[in-house]
């Protein structure tokens, strides 16, 4: 399937990469609006890269208003092959400790206010969620943060909420009685909407906290996570630069969850009863197919 072409979504602390040759800005324009920032895109070796800071430079969006459709469609207009998130989390279990990464690959979406589907009234599709994550990509990135000697958790369970609130003592303890991992704001829709794109996606989750499910400890509050967030971002931007190094000379194969090619039996609404304004607009994420 020729190279890899890798969008970054950088979370909270992560608002540049390093390393990137021939580095450019790119402004792109998607039929659902603008994404959180300018795009940047460069290379490393013979693996692109395709960075976009989630929240936008100097964190502007909070997690309810980053264009989560716009950021996908324009990774997927600008050639990305793969998508890795990096977020920033708290941790609902005691073994995961602020400073770890968690190679998430199952969520709960319990958001309530963000467009969630590129899809619609006069285009309907019901793709599966049942696998998430790209187990391929997820293991390669979490291999990439073992190398870099960041604690590594592999698998785990995201519980997304809405925020921008952190969670109540009751929710907190209610999520770690679903058996959820780590909880976090931002990475759904954004899975879900990767998925529709046929763009295989894994996340990085870093633990910042323990959110505030222990009783004897200080309630999460952003400025006893900083300090956390700075050093996660620090073998963030590690970790990238290491698993660019393992992808020299690799020819990238498909998912093998076949997300490629998961809107070929997804599409429901009859050719005759289609919108053809929501037929362009989609000309990106699933051009391929209509």
Request: aromatic share 6%.
């Amino acid at each position: 399937m020729g190279g890899w072409t890798i969008g970054v979504i950088g979370g909270s602390g992560l608002y540049e990469i390093d390393g990137l040759g021939d580095a450019e800005p790119v402004t792109v324009e998607t039929p659902w609006g603008a994404p959180s920032d300018t795009l940047v895109r460069g290379t490393i070796g013979d693996v692109t890269l395709v960075f976009l800071p989630r929240h936008g430079k100097g964190h502007r969006l909070t997690p309810t208003d980053v264009p989560y459709r716009a950021n996908i469609d324009a990774l997927k207009r600008l050639g990305c092959s793969d998508v890795l998130s990096i977020s920033a989390c708290g941790s609902l279990k005691e073994q995961y400790a602020p400073g770890d990464f968690v190679m998430v690959d199952q969520f709960i979406d319990r958001t309530f206010a963000r467009n969630k589907t590129f899809f619609g009234p006069g285009m309907v599709a019901h793709v599966s969620m049942a696998e998430p994550v790209c187990s391929r990509l997820s293991g390669l990135a979490g291999d990439a943060a073992a190398s870099i000697g960041a604690a590594v958790h592999r698998g785990g369970t995201y519980l997304a909420m809405e925020g921008p609130q952190f969670s109540s003592r009751a929710e907190s303890h209610l999520y770690r009685q679903w058996g959820c991992d780590v909880i976090g704001m931002t990475n759904m829709p954004e899975a879900k909407l990767a998925r529709e794109a046929e763009l295989p996606y894994a996340t990085i989750a870093m633990v910042t906290d323990y959110d505030c499910w222990r009783d004897d400890s200080e309630a999460v509050s952003v400025s006893n996570v900083l300090e956390v967030i700075k050093n996660n971002t620090d073998k963030a931007k590690k970790t990238l630069l290491a698993l660019v190094e393992n992808l020299q000379g690799t020819t990238r194969t498909p998912s093998p969850q076949g997300i490629e090619t998961c809107l070929d039996f997804a599409m429901i609404t009859a050719p005759t009863a289609r919108d053809p304004a929501l037929l362009a607009k989609l000309d990106a994420v699933a051009g391929r197919v209509l």
